[in-house]
């Protein structure tokens, strides 16, 4: 069945593409100068295809074909996607997530967000932002769980109306990891010392090659407590679990038919059954247009060190994170 909409996006394409290949006949057939008629005719075609390209943009944007916009969270969470110019990028970064889900959100025919979720976790503070960008949507929200969904990512999932997954899907991981390199003993064996010039007792606590004494490492694990309880109850806020609930899952990860079970997933199915279920409740037939970031090389150029990393990890599911040098937190 033909919609209005529908009608409305190809008139708009007929008549862009229209005006630009009688635009283009004016300037370059009836006038050519020292072009030649073939010439003439081949720069129309181009301009008619230009014309039709841009006039597509336009009726998508004035008469939008889909209902849903869907945004994927893939691989470790980073701000700037991991990548600098030499290394291999990870996955968009926050930032880049976090713009596609705000373009949603100010699309016209972004009726519902459909939040693709396959990721061991990543740095705290971007986590966090990408959730509040999905509270922040104004409609329905569905975080879908395909591979894993642990710690970060599920952090991200509580900032959905609804989180659905796989029954062979690994998800939770609600803890924290705090962790260093300690390098002493190889400095010692190499003939290093380590030497700093400091201001504030603690200013250098976790640095690889000094020995952590007592006071530090309660400091540190001071820092992992405080990330732990936030992340507590974020969850419980964003899941309507009670916190005690969480904390006796002790940071463990479950695959989707047990974490159904112990209410950290909504429900179970395919892309299919999420769709079904947007469906439901968009009371429509759902149309899926997949945002992806705009981002270019700048935002490739701006990846490169991060010198500590406060992250959300994935505890078990590590094995699927990247490595982090130096001194981290991770959930």
């Not at 396959?118 to 591979?147: H, M």
């Not at 400091?219 to 992992?224: D, F, K, M, N, P």
Request: charged letters at 25%; one cysteine or more; hydrophobic letters at 40%.
């Amino acid at each position: 069945m033909v919609d209005g909409d529908s009608v409305v996006r190809l008139g708009i394409v007929l008549v862009g593409s229209l005006v630009a290949v009688a635009a283009a006949a004016v300037v370059f057939v009836r006038f050519p100068a020292d072009l030649t008629d073939l010439l003439g005719v081949l720069l129309v075609l181009v301009a008619g295809l230009a014309g039709a390209r841009i006039a597509s943009k336009v009726a998508g944007s004035v008469a939008p074909s889909h209902n849903v916009a869907e945004v994927a969270v893939e691989g470790p969470i980073t701000r700037d996607g991991g990548g600098g110019l030499a290394s291999a990028p990870t996955g968009p970064g926050a930032d880049d997530i976090v713009e596609q889900i705000e373009r949603a959100d100010d699309d016209r025919g972004a009726d519902a967000l459909l939040l693709k979720l396959n990721t061991p976790g990543g740095q705290i503070v971007p986590s966090e932002d990408i959730r509040l960008a999905a509270e922040a949507f104004d409609g329905p929200t569905i975080g879908y769980a395909t591979d894993v969904c642990a710690s970060g990512g599920y952090d991200i999932a509580a900032g959905c109306d609804e989180l659905w997954a796989r029954e062979g899907s690994i998800v939770g991981s609600i803890g924290v990891i705090g962790s260093r390199v300690n390098a002493n003993e190889l400095a010692d064996r190499i003939g290093l010392s380590y030497e700093q010039f400091t201001a504030g007792e603690y200013k250098d606590a976790g640095t690889p090659l000094k020995q952590l004494d007592e006071e530090e490492r309660e400091y540190l694990q001071r820092i992992v407590d405080d990330y732990y309880d936030q992340f507590v109850e974020t969850v419980a806020d964003g899941r309507e679990l009670d916190e005690e609930t969480i904390r006796d899952t002790e940071a463990r990860v479950f695959l989707g038919t047990e974490a159904h079970e112990r209410g950290l997933v909504d429900a179970l199915g395919t892309r299919e059954d999420v769709e079904d279920r947007l469906e439901d409740t968009l009371n429509e037939p759902v149309t899926v247009a997949e945002f992806e970031p705009q981002s270019g090389l700048m935002s490739k150029v701006r990846g490169g060190a991060q010198a500590v990393a406060f992250s959300l990890g994935a505890g078990v599911a590590s094995a699927f994170d990247g490595d982090v040098d130096g001194l981290s937190f991770r959930r």
